[in-house]
């Protein structure tokens, strides 16, 4: 059964950094591309970045330059460093599977004050 645990959120000033973990169990991290996602209250769960098995990312415009992703395969964990936060990043963030998702987890509440 695949688990995936999001870790890392808080409460930040606007411009301060946080980095989230996700550790996933089972079969879903294996060759599979990955991503980080996020729900602002009120609006659609919307992609943040994703991240390739061989390492390969891509960003959400919103975020380009600010945000970082990244995975350690021996450890099954993703990743996202998160600099130069805004106001407009206050969300939960979620990890999942890129195309083919898994049962969502409870993600990690970030919150940035302005």
């Known amino acids: 059964q695949v688990q995936l645990v999001e870790s890392g959120g808080g409460l930040v000033q606007a411009g301060g950094s946080l980095r989230l973990s996700c550790a996933a169990s089972?079969?879903?991290?294996?060759?599979?591309?990955m991503a980080w996602y996020r729900q602002a209250p009120g609006k659609q769960r919307e992609l943040v970045a994703a991240i390739t098995y061989g390492g390969r990312t891509n960003y959400a415009d919103s975020v380009k330059g600010r945000f970082t992703i990244s995975r350690d395969n021996a450890k099954n964990t993703v990743y996202l460093q998160m600099n130069s936060l805004k106001p407009e990043d206050t969300a939960v963030y979620y990890c999942n599977s890129r195309y083919n998702l898994a049962d969502w987890g409870q993600g990690t509440q970030v919150t940035v004050s302005s």
């Open positions: 089972g079969s879903i991290f294996s060759i599979n591309a």
